[in-house]
């Protein structure tokens, strides 16, 4: 009879491949963007995040391919984005891209972080009226 640990190795083993361990990092990548924006500390969200990186982590300990964090950061990074043109809600989606923007840029400590964080600013302010106009234009085309 096989035991619980013999099977959750065999699971590692099959699924120890780029495209799942990627799609496993990309939940990692999720749920600190969560506990970032999170109104309560976001502590759950860091111990899912935490829980997912162990696993991502007994993944890699089992892979037989070669490859390196850029192609699992790029892989993951391809499952988070959206594309936004061709989504129906295009204009909240580019507005809250440039919201995460300005997030990541006012949280930067260098020297030109200010600048940086200006321009994402100014970026996101002209992104939120689109949002209704966009609206509007798919509404009128759904009559």
Do not use: W
Not at 46 to 53: F, P, W
Not at 72 to 86: G, K, L, P, T, Y
Not at 97 to 109: G, I, M, P, R, W
């Amino acid at each position: 009879m096989e035991s619980d640990s013999d099977f959750h190795e065999a699971f590692l083993k099959s699924n120890a491949n780029l495209e799942f361990i990627s799609l496993q990092f990309a939940d990692v990548i999720r749920d600190l963007m969560r506990a970032a924006v999170a109104s309560d500390g976001g502590a759950a969200a860091v111990s899912r995040a935490a829980r997912q990186m162990k696993f991502v982590v007994d993944l890699l300990s089992q892979t037989e391919e070669k490859f390196g964090f850029h192609h699992i950061f790029q892989r993951a990074i391809s499952d988070i984005n959206i594309d936004a043109f061709n989504h129906p809600e295009r204009d909240a989606l580019i507005a809250a891209q440039d919201a995460v923007k300005y997030l990541v840029e006012s949280s930067c400590h260098d020297a030109a972080a200010r600048g940086r964080a200006s321009r994402r600013l100014a970026e996101f302010y002209r992104a939120i009226p689109m949002i209704e106009d966009g609206r509007l234009t798919y509404e009128l085309k759904k009559r």
